[in-house]
């Protein structure tokens, strides 16, 4: 069965460090990867996205995210964290077969910044 | 400009009432989906919908209702007998069913049961 996996719940690293977030997928097929990120009551904004390709994907903000077919990673990354990073994030895999168009969730990592 | 709006953000409702929860696009999207979000519980999909007049129940559908009369809305009833209904809700679009494309969320609606 497709599955999302997100270890860290919650993250906390000091403005100006870098930032890695994990991500860990399980899918039959080539797969297709997002990451969101969510402020605090607010919908989902759309990072990056991997189809196919070059397997370092550049996104907004200044994230990117390599994906490791080997490893079945998809983790995110920015060389230097900003106040304005504290959210969550949501790492998610596109379904196949019938219910193509859909996507899996990952249960999120809660960063915070420390100043 | 495009995109998905949420109505109302705020809800509160009684034990006991159903309450419907407005979803509306302008992407010219075909398929639709509501989420529910509890803390630490990641997005469950409740119903989708990839065309209109038609749709498929999600992971936790129990209790939840939804139609799809128009192709741009899609809304959300929340009966009685959904047992612990307080979550916040989201509410996405994709572009076409069966094409690669990410999902587009609404800002969501926080209902709280009283």
């Known amino acids: 069965a497709q599955s999302v996996t997100q270890p860290d719940i919650h993250i906390t690293v000091s403005e100006g460090a870098s930032l890695e977030l994990r991500c860990n997928y399980s899918?039959?097929?080539?797969?297709?990867l997002f990451w969101y990120v969510q402020s605090p009551g607010q919908g989902l904004q759309l990072l990056l996205k991997?189809?196919?390709?070059?397997?370092l994907v550049q996104g907004i903000k200044g994230f990117e995210a390599e994906f490791k077919r080997s490893q079945s990673s998809f983790n995110l990354r920015k060389p230097s964290v900003h106040w304005s990073d504290a959210a969550e994030y949501f790492c998610a895999v596109g379904a196949y077969g019938g219910s193509q168009g859909n996507l899996i969730f990952g249960k999120g990592t809660k960063l915070s910044v420390k100043p | 400009d495009g995109g998905i709006t949420q109505s109302p953000k705020y809800l509160f409702r009684k034990e006991g009432q159903n309450v419907t929860l407005s979803c509306e696009q302008n992407l010219n999207h075909d398929a639709m989906y509501w989420y529910r979000q509890d803390p630490g519980q990641g997005l469950r999909l409740i119903y989708y919908s990839q065309i209109v007049n038609d749709f498929q129940k999600g992971d936790i559908a129990e209790g939840y209702s939804v139609s799809r009369e128009k192709k741009e809305s899609f809304p959300l009833t929340v009966t009685s007998a959904q047992k612990n209904p307080t979550a916040f809700y989201l509410c996405a679009s994709h572009g076409l069913a069966g094409v690669r494309s990410e999902q587009f969320f609404g800002p969501g609606t926080r209902l709280t049961v009283l």
């Open positions: 899918y039959g097929a080539t797969p297709y």
């Open positions: 991997y189809f196919s390709g070059d397997t």
